[in-house]
């Protein structure tokens, strides 16, 4: 299992490995926009890693992000999976 922990709120959740980050964001009951149905096509669901790895950017993920003008530094929660323990954070939060 994998801690991850959003910030500012402090609240943290453990997830299995290549666990969405969306999904993890909805089990700590946070707030995450996304309006596509966590398909990679809108690119609400933008994040930001403080720290820890996620998976590499698929191909969808940069043309989504560059499409819908999603953030330098922002990985989409849908398409970004856990692989370690992970502080993340929204804009929003």
Known sequence: MKTVTFMPSGRSVSVEPGTSIL????????????????????????????????????????????????????RLGCLTEVQTDLIITADYW
């Open 23 to 74: 999904e993890a964001v909805q089990m700590a009951d946070l707030p995450v926009a996304n309006s596509c149905g966590a398909e990679g096509v809108c690119g609400k669901c933008g994040l930001r890693i403080i720290s820890g790895s996620v998976s590499q950017a698929t191909d969808q993920e940069k043309a989504t992000r560059n499409r819908n003008r999603v953030g330098d530094g922002l």
